[in-house]
């Protein structure tokens, strides 16, 4: 049986249901640390600290761009160099404390995509995710005309951000990143990813979830919070 | 230069720090999240789920037991067949949460320390750790009569239940542990050990509180959230 690849509606549905007090029973910091590992480990399986040192992070406004945070200060840890765009920064302790985070770790965060992309080695779009609809609105606009212009491979959490979660890459008119890191499944649109690399990360799906859902999940090699779908 | 072993006092400053808006800003479900998989993680290096699949985790009634609910998720992730002693249970959001996670993934509450030993074949001893002092109370005095009486190997987290925190296992009238899971850094009373495995878990502190505080952490390899001082 193949993985299934989730609508919107499932997806949104799913992360109810895992923190949800009688489902998962998960709170919101403990998934996005989970999500946010899965997606660090996941990186470190194709660009090393070695040859990807310098590793960008573009945090969009939602939890996807907190995944993100989470991510750089992980590979901080790795051993890479991240640095961060997280230009819309809502007032909440979350947001607050993973920015501290990454701050006590001396990681930087730069004031617009061209630093993000200035001696880079890799991006990490983590611009928007699942809950995606509607217009994107600067400045993400410039963010993602850069992701197309640039020869930076770009490892997307989730979703391509601007892509239509369900439609996927409409028209070809968005970018393509080299990686994918899916989050608990993947959603139809990822159907469009053309990439080399697509990964599974967020290790934390109930088997009653998992057939209740009809997910069909890999499984998980070792410890790895992360499994490749390629292979 | 030795890694650092920490009194009581610094190792609960070290905690306020991490949890500081100012300093780590972390948040406590985090820290609990990232160290209680870097035990379960630890167990899978010394004991495989080929050899020790069946493991009973004794969860006392603070954030060591708490440490111990996060571990017994992941063992069950990665294919352990834990379950859970818990005698006290705070009446908190994260107690609940935990549990309930646990609960989730079909992994049994067990109703004394017999029933916990019973077809088992390791033990993760998460009753105390480092902010113990006093008197150990019932059911936990039973629980830790068991353990010193025991042949199943015992792992324990960040300190043996029980141990002073600073000076170990007093007139050797404690059990001594298989395995040790230090936690952010030794504490004093971990010198005491003679099990085969120490390993240091959690991978969160930054440079600058490792400067700060002269903790001298070892490397920890690849993505590992736990690194083994033995080696």
């Given amino acids: 049986m193949a993985i299934k690849y989730l609508t919107q509606r499932a997806a949104q549905a799913i992360d109810v249901e895992l923190m949800s007090p009688t ?5 919101f910091e403990q998934l996005v640390e ?5 997606v660090a480990q996941a990186i470190t399986k194709e660009y ?4 990807h040192p310098r590793v960008a992070v573009f945090s969009g406004p939602g939890n996807n ?3 993100g945070l989470v991510a750089a200060r992980h590979l901080s840890h790795f051993g890479y160099q991240p640095k961060v765009y997280y230009p819309k920064r809502p007032d909440k302790p979350t947001n607050q404390g993973l920015m501290r985070q990454c701050t006590e770790l001396d990681i930087p965060f730069v004031d617009s995509p ?7 080695d890799l991006v990490v779009d983590a611009i928007f995710g699942f809950s995606f609809s509607g217009e994107v609105r600067q400045p993400f606009v410039s963010a993602i005309e850069a992701f ?3 020869t930076i491979p770009i490892v997307s959490v989730d979703i391509p951000s601007a892509w239509d979660v369900e439609q996927g890459n409409v028209r070809g008119e968005g970018f393509q990143p080299s990686m994918l890191v899916s989050l608990t499944a993947p959603k139809q649109g990822a159907k469009d990813f ?7 990360g967020g290790r934390f799906i109930s088997r009653k979830m998992e057939e209740k859902w009809g997910l069909n999940l890999p499984r998980f090699p070792g410890t790895d919070q992360c499994v490749n779908l390629n292979a």
């Fill in 65 to 67: 761009g907190l995944d």
């Fill in 194 to 200: 053309k990439g080399k690399h697509h990964y599974l």
């Fill in 48 to 51: 090393s600290k070695e040859t």
């Fill in 23 to 27: 489902g998962g029973g998960f709170s």
């Fill in 34 to 38: 989970l999500a946010g590992l899965s």
């Fill in 114 to 120: 061209e630093s993000g992309l200035h001696d880079t």
């Fill in 148 to 150: 197309k212009n640039t």
